[in-house]
């Protein structure tokens, strides 16, 4: 597996304060039918989603809207989209949010023309894709999921009360994608931070794995540290332009599989919040910064080499003279802190989540990791700590 | 210009031992008429030349070959090619070999249709391309240039003594590339350690400019911290594969776009050392080592903070209690220990230059620079130091 792998990732980014502007240039590369998805109101409130009819309508297409994509993109809201394309005719699906817009629309555009139940198919069975797939390009509005690079598509079907995601293959991502930075201001900021913990999440998947010498830990480091410093300036000036700039790219970077090649990657901290979620309904960033800490104390004596570069590298902790767990844990604390600094929670309480939930999280989560093999148990030691 | 960027990098990247696997399934996407170009015999020593033969005729390809490309590719054998794609109506030119091979393919696959003189157009006003670009494929067998994942074409017009480069757009990229670090065993070891020089030196081109916080320099800073290690497990075991599997990436890497967005770069060490090469006809990566310390001790007053902070991140100089100038000087002496352990020289003397092309070297250099603009006196100061 090691140094053995493919990257292919054909997305168009225009990065930018005026990124909006190549909208019209991309628009021409596909037929008059667009359907525009999008999220609740922000959009009409930051006055965005008149800017794109402006552009759409000054392009000469012909716009069918799919409004109010939830935060948990549904499977029913999928339907929906798939049934507005097939009935227009849609040539390009144009999703103006978030990774849950941005997701959902990835769904509905291999879901339009599947032959037999797209849900058990693509999101159960994992099947490749055997149909016309509809081409989706993005407004991100928001920082974090990464799902403007990538084929990640996380939908809940609400009707089996199950959430799945899969990563779809390069020809079902985003053919275009427009990042500018200033559309992320006016997102509150709780959500910032969450869109924050989320891409330093992915990056840590990505990281703890391997005792080999690879050149994705060294470029993730880099991405983990540029984040953390912007962050801290977005922070005291949430339109820092600068910050909000590297936080976004480091976003996109963090999960557009560049920082996963050569790396087989853990992704356990995901399991169990996927499962806390799906008991307290709390955001995902959130879940994912009370698991965290807890689960890499748990696991790092078992890839403590890597723990300890973690601390250095990634917190500039000088470890010289320090025992390796020591080192280890320092590493861990500075992200304890850095938690804290953003304001997210650090225990399942402050999520909602009572007692009696913790085993039923644990038995529900899929068992597994990257350092260490976690069984049901060692999940539950893990919630336990957090709780 | 800052935080406002395009990237689009849609070459596909095979990586790994078992990469030349998947030649057959992509040349199943191009119609039957192949043109195979190569340098000299290496590819037929080391049997590669016969496996993909094999896997071309098993593909049910007819092949055309133009072999012999210099290690400078000149624009006849370019013109040569384009005459075979016209006359074979070749559907896909397979470039088989290090960025020499490369370049001249982009190269081929821009001119074989282009109407009036490809040199004039291309490679010197710089214009559009407006004609049909046959795809082009690669195998790499030398980690350096990067031209496996960019639109870098560098031709040497031996007509009129010129040798120019120029960046195409995404569409002249190789469709593919074949990244298997086994192939560079048994690249001799004064041109594996230019190939990590050159890469080095991509980075800093592009590191050295800007004083903003930008993701870009991180990632750059991990790529060159991997850089280095691995060059130094190299020159230890020349078949260590994760070493020579992590210089082939940070090669790819380093100039694939990725670590030059939102940044304004440098380039001007390549601007020197081109004319260094017009005069001594040195191997690139020996000029550029030659050429890059007295360069960076002539500007790092300019850009002192970069310097300090390229000491500290790269190569984990405790700068603490330093001058900033004492602390960029430190960075730069390590870089200059660096050349050394990779036994490249440091003088232009060693690269065969005379006293009386100094003035002629600094007089034909297009002037420029990142922190510092120079000027063909400031440039001779520079050849001086390095004499």
Redesign the interface.
């Known amino acids: 597996m090691?140094?053995?792998?493919?990257?292919?990732?054909?997305?168009?980014?225009?990065?930018?304060?005026?990124?909006l502007d190549?909208l019209s240039g991309e628009l021409a590369n596909y037929g008059e039918k667009v359907l525009l998805v999008y999220g609740k109101n922000s959009i009409k409130k930051s006055g965005l989603y008149d800017k794109i009819i402006g552009i759409l309508s000054g392009a000469g297409k012909k716009v069918t809207e799919l409004s109010g994509i939830k935060s948990n993109p549904s499977y029913a809201q999928l339907l929906k989209g798939a049934e507005l394309v097939r009935e227009n005719n849609i040539d390009l699906i144009l999703a103006v949010g978030g990774g849950s817009v941005i997701d959902c629309s990835k769904g509905i555009s291999v879901s339009a023309y599947c032959e037999g139940d797209p849900w058990q198919r693509y999101w159960v069975n994992f099947e490749d894709v055997d149909n016309k797939i509809v081409p989706v390009g993005s407004v991100l509005t928001m920082a974090g999921t990464g799902s403007e690079m990538n084929g990640g598509s996380v939908i809940t079907n609400e009707d089996k009360m199950i959430k799945n995601g899969r990563v779809f293959p390069a020809d079902v991502y985003p053919k275009f994608s427009i990042l500018d930075?200033e559309y992320t201001y006016t997102v509150p900021e709780y959500q910032m931070v969450s869109g924050v913990f989320d891409t330093m999440s992915h990056l840590m998947e990505q990281y703890f794995s391997g005792d080999?010498?690879?050149?994705t830990?060294?470029?993730?480091?880099?991405?983990m540290?540029?984040?953390i410093?912007?962050a801290r300036?977005a922070l005291k000036d949430r339109e820092d332009?600068?910050?909000r700039?590297?936080i976004m790219?480091?976003a996109t970077?963090g999960l557009n599989t560049?920082t996963g090649?050569?790396k087989e990657q853990d992704w356990e901290v995901h399991m169990i919040e996927h499962q806390i979620g799906a008991y307290t309904d709390c955001a995902h960033g959130a879940g994912l910064a009370v698991v965290s800490t807890p689960y890499y104390k748990y696991i790092c004596r078992d890839g403590l080499d890597k723990f300890v570069r973690f601390a250095e590298n990634v917190w500039g902790i000088d470890t010289a003279g320090m025992a390796k767990e020591d080192a280890a844990l320092a590493g861990i604390n500075s992200l304890t802190e850095f938690i804290k600094e953003l304001g997210l929670p650090l225990t399942l309480r402050e999520l909602g989540a009572t007692e009696d939930m913790l085993p039923k999280i644990a038995e529900s989560t899929i068992p597994g990791g990257g350092y260490k093999k976690l069984n049901a148990e060692d999940i539950l030691e893990i919630l336990k700590a957090c709780y």
């Open positions: 090691k140094f053995d792998f493919q990257y292919y990732n054909p997305t168009k980014i225009y990065f930018g304060k005026s990124a190549n930075p080999d010498d690879n050149t830990d060294y470029i993730i480091e880099g991405v540290r540029s984040l410093n912007s300036a332009y600068e910050a700039s590297n790219w480091c970077i560049l090649v050569s």
